[in-house]
Each structure stands twice: as structure tokens, then as C-alpha cells.
């Protein structure tokens, strides 16, 4: 799945709302000017202890989705926020595209929360301190930018022009390293776990394990995530480990390993489909969303509505992921649960009936948090509100051309929501 930075659409032109950051490719994520994003609402239905929201620079956002992810569970676990670094995993990615055989002459963006979790696997995550210092405290990483753009250049007319060079692990480290500007006590910390050619990973050498905490890596063993037994149906504190389990060709393997679960097509499928997500996230879980955004679609109000784009016609299109936050829907014998208000355990229950019919669900994005003097206030800093007549569409899907989506070539009709992340027995 492309996950990749949008320009501008027709609506936003108009509008004025957003600070659009330079285009990549066509598919995916727009990023925003705002506030930090951090003062997000605990009494939902859901109460999901999400992290403080990010804004992704480059066309990563499965990447904001899986950490953002991570950190809540680790968060249930630990009551401690964590900052950990969407870009020492996009370091990872572009050394396997490159290092693997790539012949391409720049970068692709895009990947899955599969990608993510071999990722995982294999380099573990860090805190972004100690990868890039300098961003420790920021919302956005402006580095992925440049070291993107340096990488490239590199790909194209550089050192790893040729593909005899990218075979070179060594060579393809050393101008990562250049691109991503790191500091020397990081590239010495990174040669020390998995060896300046990456000869050693997590997953196959106990060296490299060994010396991970202390060159400030943390294994997926050592970072503690909070999930439910489906065995017990109680509460445990495990590890991103057993979160992520290990991976197969069509499941991820593990007992509590999570795994994707994709949209059906018809009603009675949906319903039971929105069951297990609700459940997940009465639950405290935050469900990883893939689906397909079309900027015409998105309104003042920071949300995606059908009504909205049927008005205005197809726009700017990519596929995006996020991670779901809470949900609206009318329920049988309750009436509304408005998102952002507590629910009780007996009205959650109720919400699982067939009837229910929910309105829109909450994602956190990474799209940086939205100035408030600049949006309404039905929604969260950071956060939008996916209208279930947009998710279930049908929409139309455009061609895309050099790299962009024609909204005047749009032969396609697709559901834009895709599929989602569900823990283990849900």
C-alpha cells in the first residue's frame, strides 16, 4: 500500500486551511500546520490512551500508525509516554529496498503494517532522541525530507547509481548514513548491534540482541505492551513481541499476535465486521485503519463526508492509514453515543447490536495537530472523523499520472475503507 504526500485539492485551494508540505508521489498523506495535538479526550466511548499526535513529512503514514500504535499499548502497560522514532524505521525500509536489489532510482514510500512489523522484528524501534537528537521534541521531522531527497539523488546519479553498488551493504549504510545526517555516536551505535554491512539482526543473531539496550535499541521482547488474553478474557502486560507474533504468508503467527481483517462487501459482513472493531476498541485497543482518502471529501469540520465529495467530485486521491481513536452511532433502546462522551459497560454492550448504526468513526492522524482558530470544534486536534456513508462508499478512483491522481480520469468505483489491524481474538 503507497502511503504517500498530497499537494493541494480543489477544496483545500479554496479554503486556504492547510500548509501543504511538498509533494512526493500520488498516493496518500497531506500533512498540516497546527498545534501540538496532546490534549486528547480520555472519557470516550473507547478511551483509547492514544500518544501525542505527529505530522509525517514524507509519504510514511503506515509508519505514524504502527508507532502511534505501539505507543498505546505500550502506554496501557506502562501509564509512561513514549516518543518513539518513525524514523529510524523509515532508515530500515530504505536500506532493504536498496540493499535487497531495488534497481529503482528513487525511493518508494509505502508500506503495510506486515512491512512495519518485519521491520520491527528485525532493527527493533528507539526513541527519536536517540536517533535523530535534534527532533527529539518535534512534531514533525523535517530530516526525512532531506534525507529522502539526498537518497534519491544518490539512487539516480550518486554512489548507488549502479546496482553493483547496492549490493554493497556497507556502501548502502554509509549513504544512508550521509542522507539521514546522523551523528557519529549513532552510526557507531548502530555498527555495534548489526555490524557495519548489517551482517547481524534481532531476529538472527544473539550478539546483536545482546548488545541492543546498551547502543539504546529496544528489542520487541523489552518493550511492554498491554493486550487481552483471548484465552482468559482478562488483561495482560506482554510485550510488542507478542503483539506483532511472527510472520507467515497469510497470518501473522502468535497467541496474541495481531493480524488484518479486510472489509467485506456486503451489509450482514460489515456488521459483524464493525462488532469485532467495536469490541476492540471498548477495549482500549487502537485499531490500525488502511483506506483510501479523496481530499474533496474532507470538510471544515475535519471530517470525510460522502455529501461532501458527491458535491464537489473527485479530488486529490492516495491510500492512508491511521489508528482509530472512537466511534459515533445510534444505538436500539439508547439512542445517540456521541463520540468524545463516556460510555457505560451496559450501553457498550447494547452498541454491539445488530441495529446499530454507527455514524462516523475518530482516527488519530498524522497529520500534525489543526490550530483551533482554523476548525470547528466537533473534532479533536489532529484527529478526523471518517463518515460511515465515505467508508463504505462506493467513491470514485482515479488514474493516477505522473505520480498524481486525475480527477478528470476516475473509471473506477472502490470501497475506500480497505481493511484493519485487530488484536488476537476480536
Request: with cysteine.
Amino acid at each position: 500500500m503507497a502511503c504517500d504526500l498530497l499537494k493541494k485539492t480543489r477544496w483545500l485551494a479554496l479554503a486556504s486551511m492547510f500548509a501543504l508540505a511538498a509533494g512526493v508521489s500520488s498516493t496518500a498523506c497531506s500533512s498540516a500546520s497546527a498545534d501540538d495535538g496532546s490534549n486528547v479526550a480520555v472519557d470516550d466511548i473507547t478511551q483509547v490512551n492514544h500518544s501525542k499526535v505527529k505530522r509525517q513529512s514524507i509519504g510514511n503514514c503506515w509508519l505514524y500508525a504502527t508507532t502511534s500504535w505501539l505507543e498505546a499499548l505500550n502506554k496501557a502497560a506502562t501509564n509512561r509516554e513514549q516518543n518513539t522514532s518513525e524514523s529510524w524505521l523509515t532508515y530500515w525500509h530504505w536500506y532493504e529496498q536498496i540493499a535487497n536489489g531495488s534497481s529503482a532510482s528513487e525511493i518508494l514510500a509505502g508500506g503495510t503494517f506486515r512491512t512495519a512489523a518485519n521491520l520491527i522484528t528485525r532493527y527493533g524501534i528507539t526513541l527519536e532522541g536517540d536517533f535523530i537528537a535534534g527532533e527529539a521534541q518535534d512534531e514533525r521531522s523535517n530530516r526525512q525530507k532531506t534525507a529522502l531527497d539526498a537518497i534519491n539523488l544518490s539512487l539516480k546519479s550518486g554512489a548507488l547509481k549502479d546496482s553493483a553498488a547496492r549490493r554493497d551493504r556497507k556502501l548502502v549504510r554509509k549513504e544512508l548514513d550521509r542522507a539521514w545526517a546522523l551523528d557519529a555516536d549513532v552510526t557507531t551505535r548502530i555498527d555495534a548491534v548489526f555490524g557495519e554491512d548489517v551482517s547481524r539482526t534481532l531476529d538472527r543473531s544473539t550478539t546483536a540482541a545482546s548488545k541492543a539496550a546498551q547502543n539504546r535499541i529496544i528489542t520487541p521482547k523489552s518493550f511492554a505492551a498491554r493486550l487481552k488474553d483471548p484465552a482468559t478474557g482478562q488483561f495482560v502486560n506482554v510485550t510488542l513481541a507478542d503483539a506483532i507474533g511472527t510472520d507467515s504468508s497469510w497470518w501473522r503467527q502468535g497467541r496474541l499476535a495481531w493480524h488484518d481483517v479486510d472489509y467485506p462487501s456486503d451489509a450482514r459482513g460489515r456488521r459483524k465486521f464493525w462488532k469485532r472493531v467495536q469490541k476492540a476498541l471498548h477495549d482500549g485497543m487502537p485499531v490500525i485503519t488502511s483506506w483510501t482518502v479523496d481530499f474533496n471529501a474532507l470538510t471544515r469540520d475535519s471530517r470525510f463526508s460522502k455529501d461532501a465529495l458527491d458535491g464537489l467530485g473527485p479530488g486529490r486521491q492516495g491510500a492512508h492509514v491511521t489508528v482509530m481513536h472512537d466511534y459515533q452511532a445510534e444505538v436500539p433502546g439508547i439512542g445517540l453515543l456521541k463520540a468524545g462522551q463516556q460510555a457505560t459497560p451496559e450501553q457498550m454492550t447494547k452498541a454491539l447490536a445488530d441495529g446499530t448504526k454507527i455514524q462516523f468513526v475518530r482516527v488519530k492522524n498524522s497529520w500534525g495537530g489543526i490550530r483551533p482558530d482554523r476548525w470547528d470544534d466537533a473534532v479533536l486536534p489532529g484527529y478526523q472523523d471518517l463518515e460511515m456513508s465515505y467508508l463504505n462508499g462506493p467513491i470514485k478512483e482515479c488514474v493516477e499520472v505522473n505520480g498524481h491522481s486525475d480527477p478528470t480520469n476516475c473509471p473506477f468505483s472502490i470501497t475506500p475503507l480497505r481493511n484493519v489491524t485487530l488484536p488476537a481474538g476480536y
